[in-house]
């Protein structure tokens, strides 16, 4: 089969489930993914045939673009702060709000310190490996409550030739932390059951349900928890850094202020409340 010609069946395949523009980026991409050809060597040769193994792997992965399933997972691959990582269903696809976050947090760090960090509620590792690789001095710890998650954030930090202490953990059962840091921060589960609605189908349907959803009768249960062990296990002038829901951004503030953080509350690109940072007093 020519590469036009299933390209036609692509589009016509998924239209009404998605934009035009967005189907023409899913078909480039896996194009390029099974096959290597760009969208420029398809423009100088229009009747290049599509090699049977791949025209196999591009039916496959319109079907599932059909079921809604997120491109990253298809591909098994994204990027996140210019980093490679691979993802699948057991973990979040990194945001570009979290991106923030870690900028944030680098921002108030000196890459030649010699300090300790913790990332909580890893899923990939995004956030502990881009860290640990701009902060080539740092010992970083990451802690989930998902096996599958941290088998993934072990191969990322293979990848990305990064040192990394995963360790499996239930953070809201637990009574203390595995030492003293310096940092720690975290992007844990926040979007109510409520919200829901406002999500779309690749989430709804594929993301891990554990990483995303709080009840809406304690959306800050993770919240508070993290700061009671920060309270005990941050070194004096320590930094806690969070990403937050944006409806609950001065709900999360105060959980800080209570415990005797003095915070910082911080927009993201969208202009809505997305980080926090409290510094130990």
């Not at 997972?73 to 979290?98: A, K, M």
């Not at 059951?193 to 406002?198: A, D, R, V």
Request: hydrophobic residues 40%; charged residues 30%.
């Amino acid at each position: 089969m020519k590469i036009t010609a299933f390209k036609n069946t692509f589009f016509d395949t998924l239209e009404g489930e998605y934009p035009k523009e967005e189907i023409g980026s899913f078909f480039n991409i896996l194009l390029q993914e099974f096959t290597g050809l760009t969208r420029l060597d398809l423009a100088l040769d229009l009747q290049r045939e599509l090699p049977e193994e791949a025209e196999g792997k591009l039916r496959a992965a319109l079907q599932r673009l059909r079921q809604h399933e997120p491109l990253q997972y298809i591909t098994g691959t994204t990027e996140f702060f210019g980093i490679n990582f691979q993802v699948n269903s057991n973990v979040l696809i990194p945001r570009p709000e979290t991106e923030e976050l870690v900028q944030w947090v680098l921002n108030d760090l000196n890459a030649s310190e010699e300090i300790r960090i913790l990332d909580i509620g890893t899923g990939s590792g995004c956030i502990a490996i881009s860290l640990a690789k701009h902060l080539p001095k740092a010992e970083i710890t990451a802690i989930d409550i998902s096996e599958k998650a941290l088998e993934t954030a072990k191969r990322n930090a293979d990848l990305n030739k990064v040192a990394v202490n995963f360790i499996q953990k239930d953070i809201l059962a637990a009574e203390k932390l595995p030492a003293k840091f310096d940092v720690i921060v975290s992007n844990p589960p926040y979007v109510r059951e409520l919200e829901k609605k406002e999500m779309q189908r690749n989430v709804l349907e594929h993301e891990p349900e554990t990483a995303l959803y709080v009840k809406d009768h304690d959306p800050l249960i993770f919240y508070r928890k993290i700061t009671e062990l920060a309270a005990d296990n941050l070194e004096p002038g320590g930094k806690l850094y969070f990403e937050i829901n944006q409806y609950l951004g001065k709900e999360t503030e105060a959980l800080l202020a209570e415990k005797n953080f003095a915070t910082s509350l911080k927009k993201d690109i969208f202009g809505v409340d997305r980080m926090l940072r409290g510094i130990k007093l």
